[in-house]
């Protein structure tokens, strides 16, 4: 079992920062992938990054380049470290992980990142 908790969120100018945590509350942190999804109403969710427990990264096109993706194993937390925003990534946030193991999936209730002047 594992539960998603994401932090983080808020409005930012374009060209700006923002760190979005996501907190696990789990034992088996080491065995799920985390990722970052988004989503804008009534669109799909989109994968924007996702990193493995050994830390192998991927990132969607539209961030390749602006968004960072990394985990503490430690402290059970992933990060998204988001830089040069667009207004195009205004979205709801949400964190993802898959337990390797098996077919587990979960999903914590979303933070929303706006970016506009």
């Known amino acids: 079992q594992v539960e998603l908790a994401e932090s983080g969120g808020g409005l930012v100018q374009p060209g700006g920062s923002l760190r979005l945590s996501c907190a696990a509350l789990?034992?088996?942190?080491?065995?799920?992938?985390m990722g970052w999804y988004r989503q804008v109403p009534g669109q799909q969710r989109e994968l924007v990054a996702s990193?493995?427990?050994?830390?192998?990264?991927s990132y969607g096109e539209p961030v390749k380049g602006r968004f960072t993706i990394s985990r503490d194993n430690a402290r059970n937390t992933v990060y998204l470290q988001m830089d040069a925003l667009k207004p195009e990534d205004t979205a709801v946030y949400y964190c993802?992980?898959?337990?390797?193991?098996?077919?587990?999936?979960?999903w914590g209730q979303g933070t929303q990142v706006t970016v506009s002047s």
């Open positions: 990193i493995s427990p050994g830390s192998s990264t």
């Open positions: 993802n992980g898959k337990d390797m193991r098996n077919s587990g999936e979960y």
């Open positions: 789990t034992r088996i942190f080491g065995f799920v992938l």
